[in-house]
């Protein structure tokens, strides 16, 4: 059965439908309120944290933290009470706390605005003018909190699975016909969305632990969560908490594995199938070495629907369980084992090279694969590498320059076919021409003007100045910008020789 | 050559040269480590070497007019240049460059000027007035915030204590920029566009205002202000940069080998930034301001004399130019060396963490 998250603003009908919804199926009941006294409990402060970030928008970036630690609880609480059972939360933007999980029905509640009013005149105290004055401040503020806390509108329709409007409809219809729609195929739990899930709760608790314990309690980290393997990033500046982490999260349930990571930024590598070896990883763990970075794996099926992504990856060792499909299914099951064996060996090769940012699988549409790229964390580059195995050459080709593009549309960060990732860390003949040449410019410019400073200096402020005083101009205009392009360039690969840049 | 010399531009010897590629040098590495210019660095160590202030002002405008066209691009890339917010600054920036670029240049041509005999003396205190003023603020102000912070349990991130007070403002009309996601009072954008553009008209700081402006009053991402800035002095600098060009107030030279040290140097101070904490950064950044504050205030009496406002023996005019030099020296190698071991620091110890990462099997339960 599905999370059934209901979402809607106060005063507008929405707790009562959730209510009444979670009476009707015979679920447990959530509500935001649950979420925020644990949070409280936790030492996360939501009532200024809402103030803070709706009222004193400079506080962004300093609450940024407290944030994160908000949406692990948050997220923790609703799964830990959905793992006991059939569950309804009640919030105002709940629906974005799982995304990727698929048994998951979220609906939106859209009040009938007189009813509204009423009930908020009543439990208010105010007048009607009031009222509606005291509704639009907190609709604004809950959307700022919502852009704030998710970075979406809460008014994208797109994010509900449904939608009720109330003006058309009473309460006790709506919930009827939700228990209808809950009772569909589609939000089913499956074994890969359960799984998912499970992933979600164990990353939670481990920041939920780092955030409580006062040795870690200010530090940067990056948690995230693979098949028990919980991998942690931490900045270089910070590398003193690196001893404790694992203290801290040595009791972690449902852990099997923890890595810990020093990085100063992340790359994400996408691609279908990862081997270890070959030249690739060698750019890349190169790319790492230089940078300071950690490096995820994203292994990204297209064309496997999210329900194939049952099995645990790195244990796939042997066969993995799978229902009778017909046709060469036991091709299929030794080739699934066997990539599943190369991940988990590409990511311990990441770990030995100390280097591993953790590793993931998502599977089916590129919107799928972008809602799988965290956006909590701060990415350098994204890289694609080999993806549509199954597709002829010129369509994988095709395909992979519009996933490419598609993804730097919407990643603030540079996204890179991995294929030109050699060239931009090669120093070969050609850079070498390049950096002899700049050099050679530079040289050349800096020895024209302190040679001949008489020149340029009557240009730039004697008596040919006083003459044509634009001549100052457009040398200036001219010189600056070369030069600094001149020094920048040669400057650029003389750090990519040293391998620093 | 020599008349040239003797009324706007000095001769640069090879000791100078190195010098101007040091000064090039460390306000890169204060600049790539704080984020707002280094000019509060160069500036007054041109100065220090006899170049009257307002060609100093000039050529380090000029300097910053490539860097900032090429780092301005690279932030558009990224998406980090809220090119609205940019466009509503501009304006009344530009205007406030003219101005500024019109007042020093007068005062340049004030007692002696291109005559001789205390040269640019009038248009030298007037900057050294504005540079000492400005940053006394913005030095305690930085300082004080990040030993506050250092000390507090919510140690990370600047004040909101500004921000706090410009958001219980009700300055209509308002408006909205979309890539930093705030609303801002239209007077609010037009007052610092024209303190931006003065400042950088002036002295060449207004990227030095800018950035915080952005961040502490109009609550723009930090990720947005420096590339918005940068968006913004592409413009604004450029201006003020081909107007001191009009003006015959830039020394390409002195542009060119500030160049030189400039551009490796901010590389440096970036990376600082990885490897640094957000704290070390602001103190780091609150003391050397405040130390080239006192280096500046220590050739104000010069300036003064030069004037006729005070009178005291000549012969101590070295003293005091000595004293302001080896100050601003004091500030601005002890920072950037404090960064560079930083910097060497954390390049070692990265390593060795690389070494010894730890993959533990707790026990599941």
């Not at chain 1, 939360?89 to 709940?94: C, I």
């Not at chain 1, 393997?229 to 982490?245: D, G, K, L, R």
């Not at chain 1, 369980?321 to 046709?327: F, I, L, N, S, Y």
């Not at chain 1, 457009?474 to 600056?480: E, G, P, S, T």
Request: net charge neutral; glycine share 10%.
């Amino acid at each position: 059965m599905p999370i059934i998250f209901v979402c809607s603003v106060p005063f507008g009908g929405g707790e009562r439908l959730a209510k009444g919804l979670a009476a009707k199926l015979g679920y447990a009941y959530l509500s935001r309120e649950d979420v925020v006294a644990r949070s409280n409990e936790c030492g996360i402060p939501v009532g200024k944290l809402e103030v803070a970030m709706i009222k004193k928008p400079a506080a962004r970036e300093r609450l940024a933290r407290l944030k994160e630690r908000y949406l692990a609880v948050a997220t923790a609480t609703i799964c830990e009470k959905a793992a006991e059972g059939d569950l309804v939360y009640y919030g105002r933007a709940g629906h974005l706390l799982l995304p990727g999980i698929g048994h998951v029905l979220r609906v939106r509640v859209i009040p009938e605005y007189s009813q509204r009013l009423d009930t908020a005149v009543q439990r208010t105290k105010l007048n009607r003018e009031r009222a509606a004055a005291f509704l639009d401040e907190i609709d604004a503020d809950i959307r700022t909190w919502v852009q704030f806390v998710h970075g979406v509108q809460m008014d994208d329709l797109q994010k509900y699975d449904f939608v009720v409007n109330l003006e058309h409809m009473s309460i006790e219809n709506a919930a009827a016909a939700l228990c209808g729609i809950a009772d569909l195929p589609d939000f089913r739990p499956t074994p890969a969305s359960r799984r998912a899930m499970d992933e979600r709760l164990l990353q939670a608790r481990a920041r939920i632990k780092l955030a409580l314990d006062p040795r870690t309690a200010d530090a940067d980290l990056t948690v995230r969560s693979n098949e028990g393997v919980v991998t942690i990033t931490y900045m270089p500046n910070q590398a003193s908490v690196a001893p404790v982490i694992p203290e801290i999260l040595c009791a972690l349930p449902e852990c099997r594995e923890l890595r810990c990571t020093v990085a100063s930024t992340n790359v994400l590598w996408i691609q279908e199938e990862f081997q270890p070896g070959g030249a690739l990883l060698a750019q890349v763990n190169e790319l790492a070495r230089r940078w300071g970075a950690a490096v995820e794996l994203l292994r990204y099926r297209p064309d496997e629907p999210e329900a194939a992504l049952a099995a645990p990856v790195p244990q796939a060792a042997g066969t993995a369980p799978r229902g009778a499909d017909g046709g060469i299914e036991d091709d299929v099951v030794e080739t699934v084992a066997d990539a599943d064996r190369a991940f988990g060996q590409m990511l311990d090769t990441l770990v030995h090279a100390g280097c591993s940012g953790g590793g993931h699988t998502v599977a089916g549409s590129r919107e799928r694969l972008l809602a799988a790229v965290n956006p909590t964390i701060s990415y350098s580059l994204v890289l694609v590498g080999d993806v549509f195995l199954g597709k002829a050459a010129a369509a994988r080709t095709r395909m992979t320059r519009e996933l490419t593009r598609f993804l730097a549309d919407h990643l603030p960060v540079p996204v890179l076919p991995a294929a030109e990732l050699g060239a931009k860390l090669r120093f070969g003949p050609a850079q070498v021409v390049r950096l002899a040449a700049t050099a050679v410019l530079t040289a050349a410019l800096y020895a024209v003007v302190f040679t001949h400073q008489e020149v340029f200096l009557n240009v730039l402020g004697g008596p040919l100045h006083d003459a044509h005083p634009w001549g100052a101009v457009a040398l200036v205009a001219v010189l600056a910008p070369l030069a600094a392009a001149l020094n920048a360039g040669v400057t650029s690969s003389l750090l990519r020789l040293l391998k620093l840049e | 050559m020599p008349e040239l010399l003797g009324s706007v531009f000095i001769h640069v010897t090879w000791a100078d040269a190195l010098v101007v590629v040091a000064l090039g040098f460390v306000g890169g590495v204060l600049s790539g480590f704080t984020g707002s210019g280094g000019a509060f660095f160069m500036t007054p160590g041109m100065m220090n070497l006899g170049v009257t202030g307002v060609v100093a002002v000039g050529s380090n405008v000029a300097h910053r007019m490539g860097n900032n066209l090429m780092g301005s691009l690279k932030h558009a890339k990224l998406g980090n240049v809220d090119t609205k917010l940019a466009a509503w600054l501009l304006v009344p920036a530009l205007v406030a460059v003219r101005v500024a670029v019109w007042i020093n240049g007068k005062l340049f041509q004030l007692k002696g000027g291109h005559e001789g005999g205390g040269e640019g003396a009038a248009s030298n205190l007037y900057i050294s007035v504005v540079f000492v003023g400005v940053l006394t603020a913005v030095g305690i102000f930085i300082l004080r915030d990040a030993l506050r912070s250092r000390h507090s349990h919510d140690a990370e991130g600047p004040s909101m204590r500004a921000a706090n007070f410009v958001s219980r403002l009700r300055l209509p009309p308002y408006v909205y920029f979309p890539v930093a996601d705030v609303k801002v009072s239209v007077w609010l954008v037009l007052l610092v566009g024209l303190a931006l553009g003065y400042l950088d008209g002036t002295v060449a700081i207004g990227g030095f205002i800018g950035v915080p402006a952005m961040i502490y009053l109009f609550g723009v991402p930090t990720s947005v202000a420096p590339g918005t800035e940068l968006f913004l002095a592409m413009f604004g600098g450029g201006l003020a940069a081909l107007s001191y060009g009009y003006q015959g107030l830039v020394d390409i030279r002195l542009t060119l080998l500030l160049l030189l040290g400039s551009i490796i140097g901010v590389f440096v101070g970036t990376y600082g930034t990885k490897v640094v904490r957000e704290v070390l950064i602001r103190l780091v950044m609150g003391s050397v301001i405040l130390l080239c504050v006192v280096s500046r205030a220590l050739a104000i009496p010069v300036y003064l004399r030069q004037l006729d406002l005070v009178s005291f023996d000549r012969r101590l005019e070295p003293w005091f130019n000595g004293a302001s030099t080896a100050m601003l020296f004091v500030a601005g190698l002890g920072g950037a060396g404090l960064i560079l071991v930083q910097v060497v620091k954390a390049r070692l110890a990265q390593r060795r963490l690389h070494e010894t990462l730890r993959v533990t099997r707790p026990a599941a339960g």
